[in-house]
């Protein structure tokens, strides 16, 4: 089943008061990056955003593909408008390990294309390349069991001195 609810707080990734905020969850299904990018299409034209579609589209299409491979069982999708008419996606999964470049301790800040011949690998390379800025952090445990990681990602208009980070 698939809900989709406005996010009533604004969660430590983002630094700035949301304008809107939607959580999707979605099942452990091959189709749920497709059910993001929907629901996606259809926030961004209910607030005005038209503008970002194609590119949070792929954004959040990779965010939510790499959950579902690298994760089992379901992934969330936030959405959140910001300052700006900027936006922010967020992709939660219950797999802690946070994958290099969007963990501190990568080295460069942008991760290498993946070789031609290679089957997949391209999915943050993506994100890195046509996201604004992006990062991510892992989830504690904590009373009712949340964990896992949440990566994020950013676009818009240009923040003034904002470049890529991940945190």
């Known amino acids: 089943m698939v809900t989709v609810s406005p996010s009533p707080s604004s969660p430590p990734e983002c630094?700035?008061?949301p304008t809107w905020a939607y959580a999707l969850q979605l099942p452990h299904d091959p189709r749920a990056a497709r059910i993001a990018r929907v629901t996606l299409r259809?926030?961004?034209?209910g607030h005005g955003l038209t503008r970002l579609v194609e590119s949070a589209e792929l954004l959040a299409s990779e965010l939510v593909t790499n959950a579902y491979r690298h994760s089992v069982g379901p992934s969330a999708l936030r959405l959140r408008g910001l300052?700006?008419?900027?936006?922010?996606v967020g992709v939660w999964d219950a797999d802690p390990h946070i994958p290099p470049p969007f963990d501190r301790?990568?080295?460069p800040p942008r991760p290498a294309p993946a070789p031609v011949e290679a089957d997949g690998g391209r999915g943050l390379f993506l994100v890195c390349h046509y996201a604004d800025?992006?990062?991510g952090y892992r989830l504690g445990d904590d009373l009712f069991g949340a964990r896992g990681k949440l990566l994020w990602c950013e676009l818009g208009e240009p923040a003034a001195g904002r470049?890529?980070?991940a945190v």
């Open 15 to 17: 630094e700035a008061e």
């Open 42 to 45: 259809a926030v961004l034209a």
């Open 83 to 88: 300052a700006g008419g900027r936006l922010r």
């Open 105 to 107: 301790r990568s080295g």
């Open 133 to 135: 800025a992006w990062g």
């Open 163 to 165: 470049a890529a980070v």
